[in-house]
Structure formats: C-alpha cells, structure tokens
C-alpha cells in the first residue's frame, strides 16, 4: 500500500506537469482541502489544557522561519525568494504528522497539541503577515485573507464540531475513509502542480535565470532547519516528536494561500517541501523498521543462546 501511495504522488507530479490546461480546475483546490481539514477537525479534540510551552515555542519558530526568511531575501533584494521563504517557512503542522509521530512510537498527543496551536495560531496571524509579506497592506487584502481562512478553516470546524457532539461515532469515519482523504490530496496536489505548470509555460520568457533550483534549495534549506530547530527545542525528552511537527508541514494550505495571494510561481516552495519533508519521513520509518529488525534479531538471538546454555 506504501509503494502504491508513494507511486500515486509521484503520478500527481507528474500528470500536472503535462496537464496544464487542468488550470482551469484550480477552484476546486479550496474545497479539496475544506474536505481534508473536516475528516482532520473530526479526530481532533479542542482542548486548550493539552497545549504545553513547547508547543507555543513551536507556534513562535514557525513565525521566525517564515518571516527571517523572507527578511533575509528582501535584504538580498530577492521579492520572488523572499515570498517563497515566507510561504515555505510560515507552513503550520501538517494533519498527518501525529499518525507519522505514531508510527515512529513517540508521543501523538505531544504531535495533536502541535498541530492545533500551529494551525489555529497562524491562522489567527495570518491576515497580519500575509499582506506584509506580498507588499500590499491594504485592507481590502486583510479582509480577503480572513474570508479565505473562514471558508477553508472555519467551516470544517463549525461543521466538525457539532457532528462530533450529535453523533459521536462520525470520528471513527476519517479511519474509514482514510484512502479517500489521502487520494483527495493527491487530486489537490495534481490541481496544483497544472496551476503552476500553465504559469511556467506562459511566463517562461520572463522568469528570471536559475530561478527553479533557486526555490527548490531554499525550500530544502528551511525544510532542514525546521526538522533540526524542532529537535532542538524538544529537548531530551520530546525531541523526535518536536522536530516532526516543526517540519511537517500542512503544505496544500500555504500552496492555496501563496496561488491565491501571490503567484503560482511562489506557490513553487512549499510544493517542493512536500517532497522534501515526505522524503525524510520516508528514511525516518524506513531507519525505524531496520532498528526493529535488528532488534528482534538481537533479541532471537540471545534466547537461542539462553536455551543453549
């Protein structure tokens, strides 16, 4: 199932890229992750009292990826970088980092708390920053932007949380459908690389020089200092669980916001980081089932030697 999913993805990027005419589907980019953040909202439980310090120092690292990123390249003259640092590093936690929290056998509430002081604090902060980081201030963006989050935030929550008490057995339906999120995710992803595919193909002559790779190592730089700085900041005790939800990101979220706001060009960054931090999950649970193994060996090993003796 892993090597279907991972072939899927690939499928995604690919088809994109020789879809470009499937621009033209880019609205349905909203409502493919209004559908995702309501299967998420189902399994999440509101409860401020599960949120540690860490998880508020996360919050605060998250804002200083993304705006001393975006600082860094508006002092290099770089607008195009600098937006694809901020869109890149403000990325709050991804839905799917407690489940890949879970299968490195650490802490999923520690990851759950994570993902609802991310999400819900940028969201707050969001309509602050975004118009900072685009260069257009004005109100009528401030209020564009918190439309937007009300429509792709605010309704899986409102709908989520009133089904949840009514009838509490609708949380077991992510698990049920759990094939269907991730394929609507896939669909997103295919919508989103057409969008930037149609953008390259007629802007091609007005890029600058070098400027994909330029997107793709950035991206890979923040991606690094997201999965090192969260490691950093959980200490001994929840360092694996830290540096996963600081660099797992909710990418389709800042793909939409940056297509939205900014360009399909920009929208470039975090769309590399899906390959980037999935990559590093993929060695991450590759690396823990060989210690498994090895472990079992060990263990086979010492009670054939037990029984020997």
Same mark, same amino acid.
């Given at each position: ?34 559908? =995702? =953040?309501?299967?998420? =909202?189902?399994?999440?439980? @509101? ?9 508020? #120092? #996360? ?15 508006? !002092? ?10 901020? @869109? ?11 489940? /890949?929290?879970?299968? !490195? ?5 520690? $990851? ?10 940028? $969201?707050?902060? @969001? ?6 980081? /685009? ?13 937007? !989050?009300?429509?792709?935030?605010? /309704? ?58 330029? #997107? ?5 730089? /923040? ?8 490691? =950093? ?56 089932? @060989? ?19």
């Amino acid at each position: 199932m892993a090597y279907l999913r991972n072939l899927a993805l690939f499928g995604a990027f690919i088809a994109g890229y020789f879809c470009p005419w499937a621009a033209s589907l880019n609205w349905l980019i909203r409502w493919l992750i209004v559908g =995702m =953040m309501f299967m998420v =909202m189902l399994q999440v439980k @509101f409860t401020v009292r599960s949120i540690r310090v860490h998880h508020l #120092i #996360i919050l605060l690292a998250n804002i200083a990826v993304g705006m001393g990123g975006w600082g860094i390249f508006m !002092l290099a003259g770089n607008r195009e970088l600098a937006e694809v640092a901020f @869109f890149t590093g403000i990325t709050p936690t991804a839905t799917a980092a407690p489940v /890949i929290v879970g299968l !490195l056998g650490e802490r999923v509430d520690y $990851a759950v708390s994570a993902f609802l002081a991310t999400n819900l604090g940028m $969201a707050v902060l @969001f309509p602050f920053l975004i118009p900072i980081a /685009i260069g257009n201030p004005a109100p009528t963006v401030f209020a564009d932007v918190i439309g937007s !989050l009300c429509i792709v935030v605010g /309704i899986p929550v409102a709908l989520a949380v009133p089904l949840r008490k009514l009838y509490p057995a609708a949380t077991e339906l992510p698990k049920r459908c759990k094939n269907l999120s991730f394929f609507t995710w896939v669909a997103a992803i295919f919508l989103i690389i057409a969008n930037a595919s149609q953008f390259l193909r007629e802007q091609q002559a007005n890029l600058p020089p070098g400027i994909l790779w330029k #997107i793709a190592v950035v991206s890979l730089l /923040i991606c690094i200092v997201n999965f090192a700085g969260g490691r =950093m900041i959980g200490g001994k005790k929840f360092f694996r669980e830290s540096s996963q939800v600081l660099g797992q990101k909710n990418t389709t979220l800042t793909i939409f916001l940056a297509i939205t706001y900014a360009n399909p060009l920009i929208a470039l960054g975090p769309t590399f980081y899906v390959i980037w931090h999935n990559g590093w999950n993929a060695w991450q649970l590759q690396m823990r089932t @060989f210690r498994e193994r090895k472990k079992r060996r060990r263990v086979t090993l010492l009670k054939k030697t037990q029984g020997n003796v």
